[in-house]
């Protein structure tokens, strides 16, 4: 009976078993040697028992709880008084370290409410188990900022979240909680070395490019080209529907159905599909000027160098005409408050977010497969959790015969300090997408 919890110290006076699991009766056999606030030694004298029900991970599949009558002392030098401490348990949960291991670990794969229902404690006090555990993971790896830094954002359990990634290096670095400006910029300024970014690619959100500017005053702001094309396939699409409505219904749900004929580039139809297309276009005037003004649109990322793209760009807007303006014009109001930072795209080689919108469809499946689980828990699982993050080693320094660095001499002249030089760039996209894929049990 003595050896019921398997903890080093603890003697077990009783176990009493019940429905709802067990409660043992247990005392903790080291005792200090010297006072905890002033040091001194030899001054202690017992000062009664404060009696404490710990939470212990589970024997036989049933929560365990220790009732300890845990000895108070007090100290004669100083008059101070202090509980006596053991190193097994968690003070600020009230419960074994191995159960706070064990509630870490569980609620990466399983809901709140399930693992408080396994181990016999609140949901509210799993809940802080597991942020500490995220807090401390957190403080555990900060990354260093990229060249080229992305940010997007997608909708999870409801609600549109912000995306860090490092395309430079293609890994991720965060997904956040919400989108707003204070969130991610808390998130930007936890990026070491922030002085390397050149070049951030985002969406047209307004507060991303307010806090970019905050925080990377020197970078180039480009606008994601998918995002505004896709701009351009939007009022495309609001024509078809337009269409839809006038034709027959049979007629109308057939585009509909092949509405992907329309969307795509011409270069990605199959003959077949090119002559629906045409057919259609040949049909509906209207859906054709629609059609001609996407494709024109696209076709501006075909010049080479701003002043091209920005004539191109102008051109565009200008020859949209004016039966046609209700349907384009979010476009041309986008394509004008943010025309710098469209145009940026052709001063930088041709920067785009695809690696991030590739990551995006990945949480998109993690989300359908995550029902339940807290954001939390995914992120945590998602960034931390396999401990997978790819670290590169800075150029290597040059060799000075001094010891301010830790330069040390050998046999064979200097060599550099034994240290970890190495910065965390992020984690690959592959290991993030495995690692949520993993089944929630």
């Not at 220790?66 to 004669?76: E, K, M, T, V």
């Amino acid at each position: 009976m003595t050896d019921f919890l398997r903890l080093p110290h603890w003697d077990v006076q009783a176990v009493h078993e019940h429905a709802s699991g067990y409660r043992v009766d247990a005392t903790y056999a080291r005792q200090p040697a010297c006072c905890s606030k002033c040091g001194v030694v030899d001054e202690l004298y017992r000062h009664g028992t404060l009696a404490q029900a710990l939470n212990d991970t589970t024997h036989s599949g049933k929560p365990v709880v220790i009732d300890w009558q845990r000895q108070r002392y007090r100290c004669r030098a100083c008059e101070a008084t202090f509980l006596q401490a053991a190193l097994d348990v968690d003070d600020k949960h009230l419960m074994t370290r191995r159960l706070v291991q064990h509630i870490e670990k569980a609620t990466l794969r399983r809901t709140y409410v399930a693992v408080a229902e396994e181990v016999g404690v609140s949901e509210g006090t799993i809940r802080s188990v597991f942020r500490a555990y995220a807090d401390r993971l957190e403080a555990d790896h900060v990354f260093s900022a990229p060249g080229v830094l992305g940010i997007d954002e997608l909708h999870l359990r409801g609600k549109a979240r912000c995306i860090l990634t490092n395309i430079s290096d293609r890994q991720i670095l965060d997904f956040l909680e919400d989108r707003t400006k204070d969130v991610v910029y808390r998130a930007l300024l936890r990026l070491e070395h922030r002085e390397r970014v050149q070049i951030v690619t985002m969406d047209m959100y307004r507060p991303y490019l307010t806090v970019t500017k905050l925080v990377f005053p020197k970078a180039v702001a480009v606008v994601d080209k998918f995002h505004i094309q896709r701009m351009a396939s939007q009022s495309l699409d609001a024509m078809r529907k337009l269409v839809g409505k006038r034709v027959s219904r049979r007629r109308g749900t057939f585009i509909k159905r092949h509405r992907h004929v329309l969307l795509a580039r011409p270069a990605n139809l199959t003959d077949e599909q090119r002559l629906l297309l045409s057919e259609w276009l040949g049909e509906i005037p209207e859906l054709r000027a629609a059609y001609d003004l996407k494709e024109q649109f696209y076709d501006i990322w075909e010049e080479k160098g701003v002043t091209a793209a920005r004539r191109s760009l102008h051109a565009w807007r200008a020859a949209v005409p004016v039966n046609l303006t209700h349907l384009f014009k979010p476009l041309i109001t986008a394509s004008t408050n943010w025309e710098a930072e469209i145009l940026n795209f052709f001063a930088t080689e041709g920067v785009t977010n695809a690696f991030t919108e590739a990551m995006n469809r990945t949480l998109r499946d993690i989300d359908r497969a995550g029902r339940g689980y807290s954001f939390e828990a995914l992120r945590v699982r998602a960034l931390f959790a396999h401990g997978v993050v790819t670290k590169r080693r800075p150029a290597r320094l040059g060799l000075e015969r001094r010891d301010v660095m830790g330069y040390r001499p050998n046999l064979m002249g200097w060599q550099l300090p034994s240290v970890d030089m190495s910065e965390a760039i992020g984690i690959p996209l592959s290991t993030f997408a495995k690692a949520l894929k993993e089944r929630f049990t």
